[in-house]
């Protein structure tokens, strides 16, 4: 793994990330939107490319954050070079509106699932899996 | 002299044969496990959200590790609640 963060930085190879943030419940609907683009445009600025975002909007936590039992849930598929997290990291951290925050890195497995769910395809584990 | 419901095995009869336990996502061709399905994770949890063992499930360990991280992001995420009662 370390070996390969690092050719990739060398490279300036691109991956494949999610990000997943609640923001507070107490903000408007020009913030939130105002909020989703800041980052939008920060991926972009850096070199990245946004695949596919998606606000999930209000809702219940399964247990309270910061005092709250709601939270704004917004998603984004990005790709961008290895060394931009970090920066994303910081952006996030300062950003008082943002209560949690998560990366997560996406393998080929992965794309091709939230591919196959974007177009609408219901993913067949839901259903046919059942215990 | 010998009753007839005294009759003695050697060997235990097996009283029932209960369907080979098999890998969901192996069978169902099931590649990604995703945090954000918080329904399709609830199958592998208990009442207490707890995540269930691999002998109940039947998961292979390759897809139960995977199950298991993506349980902890959606607790992270307060998708999944990570102490509770009658989760289902």
Request: charged share 30%; aromatic share 12%; glycine share 6%.
């Amino acid at each position: 793994m370390g070996i390969n963060n690092f050719l990739n930085f060398k490279t300036g190879k691109m991956s494949n990330y999610e990000l997943m943030v609640i923001f507070t419940p107490v903000l408007s609907e020009e913030d939130f939107k105002a909020a989703q683009k800041k980052y939008e445009t920060l991926v972009v600025e850096n070199g990245g490319s946004v695949t596919h975002t998606k606000p999930w909007g209000l809702k219940s936590l399964a247990y309270p954050i910061a005092k709250k039992t709601t939270g704004l849930y917004w998603v984004m598929e990005y790709s961008a070079p290895t060394s931009f997290n970090e920066k994303l990291k910081i952006q996030l951290l300062r950003d008082e509106s943002a209560m949690r925050h998560m990366f997560t890195v996406l393998d080929k497995y992965a794309v091709e699932y939230n591919d196959r769910k974007r177009s609408g395809v219901q993913h067949f584990s839901s259903e046919k899996a059942g215990v | 002299m010998a009753k007839a419901n005294e009759i003695k095995y050697l060997t235990a009869i097996k009283a029932d044969n209960r369907p080979k336990k098999y890998c969901r996502f192996k069978k169902m061709g099931i590649r990604y496990v995703d945090y954000k399905d918080a329904d399709f994770l609830k199958k592998f949890l208990n009442e207490q959200g707890k995540l269930l063992p691999r002998r109940l499930t039947g998961n292979s360990l390759k897809f139960q590790r995977k199950v298991s991280e993506a349980v902890k992001k959606a607790r992270q995420m307060a998708i999944l609640p990570y102490v509770t009662d009658l989760l289902k």
